[in-house]
C-alpha cells in the first residue's frame, strides 16, 4: 500500500514570495490534515478535511494560508504572502475516517523563508 | 484547552538499558491517547494509542505505554534500549469527542549510547 505522498520535500523562498504543497493521501482514505511543525515544537494542526469540506481550520492563518481539496483526493496548501515565522516542516497525514484512526503521515515539506 | 507536557526534551540512555519518556496530559475528561516517533527526515510513524479498555498499551518495536487515570499521565517505556531506537518521540492527546484536534507535546529526543 502506498503511503502518503508529499511534494516537493524542500522549498526555500524569499519572504513576500508565495507557495504552494501538494498532498495525496493514502487510497480510501476520508480526512486529510495539514500540520505546521516548527523547529523544537510539536505539529500543529493548521487545517483537516473530511472528503472535500473543511472540519478544523481553527489555527489556520487565513490571511495569508489557503488550502483546498478538490475532489476528495489530494489537496494543496499556499502560503501568500511568505513571512519568515512561516519556515517550517508542513506534514500531511491522511486518516480512514476521523482523528480517532491512525494517522498516516507523509515526509513533510521543509519550507525555509530568507 | 487541552495541552501535553514531556518532560525532557532530551534523554540520553545506553544500549540495553530502560527506556522512559514521560508524558502527562491536561484534560477534563479521558483522552484518547498517542505515541508516535519520528525518525531524522521522516514523517511521524504511530507506536501505539490508548483508547479504551485495558490501560497497558502495546506497541510496536517493544514499546509500551500506560495509562494512568489519577497521575494524568501516558509515560512511555521499553524494557532495553536499541541504538535503532534513536529518534525524536511525540505524545498526543485528543478528546473523546469528534472533530476535536489532536494535540502534540514538544517532542522528546532520545539518544541512545554504545
Known amino acids: 500500500e502506498a503511503g502518503v505522498a508529499q511534494s516537493p520535500r524542500y522549498k526555500i523562498i524569499e519572504k513576500r514570495q508565495s507557495v504552494a504543497f501538494w498532498c495525496n493521501p493514502i487510497?480510501?482514505?476520508?480526512?486529510l490534515y495539514w500540520y505546521q511543525q516548527i523547529l523544537g515544537q510539536g505539529p500543529k494542526l493548521l487545517i483537516q478535511?473530511?472528503?472535500?469540506?473543511?472540519?478544523?481550520d481553527s489555527q489556520l492563518p487565513k490571511d495569508r494560508f489557503s488550502a483546498e481539496r478538490l475532489k476528495g483526493v489530494d489537496s494543496t496548501l499556499k502560503i501568500q504572502p511568505a513571512k519568515l515565522e512561516d519556515s517550517a516542516v508542513y506534514l500531511c497525514?491522511?486518516?480512514?475516517?476521523?482523528?480517532?484512526?491512525?494517522?498516516?503521515f507523509g515526509p513533510g515539506t521543509r519550507l525555509t523563508v530568507l | 484547552a487541552q495541552s501535553v507536557t514531556q518532560l525532557g526534551s532530551h534523554v540520553s540512555v545506553s544500549e540495553g538499558a530502560l527506556v522512559l519518556l514521560r508524558c502527562n496530559y491536561s484534560?477534563?475528561?479521558?483522552?484518547?491517547l498517542f505515541w508516535y516517533v519520528q525518525y531524522p527526515n521522516q514523517g511521524l510513524q504511530l507506536l501505539l494509542k490508548?483508547?479504551?479498555?485495558?490501560?497497558l498499551v502495546k506497541g510496536i518495536n517493544g514499546f509500551e505505554a500506560e495509562f494512568k487515570k489519577s497521575e494524568t499521565s501516558f509515560h512511555l517505556t521499553k524494557p532495553s534500549a536499541h541504538m535503532s531506537d534513536a529518534a525524536e518521540y511525540f505524545c498526543?492527546?485528543?478528546?473523546?469527542?469528534?472533530?476535536?484536534?489532536?494535540?502534540f507535546g514538544a517532542g522528546t529526543i532520545l539518544r541512545v549510547k554504545s
Open positions: 497525514a491522511s486518516s480512514k475516517q476521523d482523528y480517532t484512526d491512525t494517522q498516516y
Open positions: 487510497s480510501g482514505h476520508a480526512t
Open positions: 478535511f473530511q472528503n472535500n469540506g473543511v472540519v478544523d
Open positions: 484534560s477534563s475528561v479521558p483522552p484518547y
Open positions: 490508548y483508547t479504551t479498555g485495558a490501560t
Open positions: 498526543a492527546v485528543s478528546p473523546m469527542e469528534y472533530g476535536n484536534k489532536l494535540v
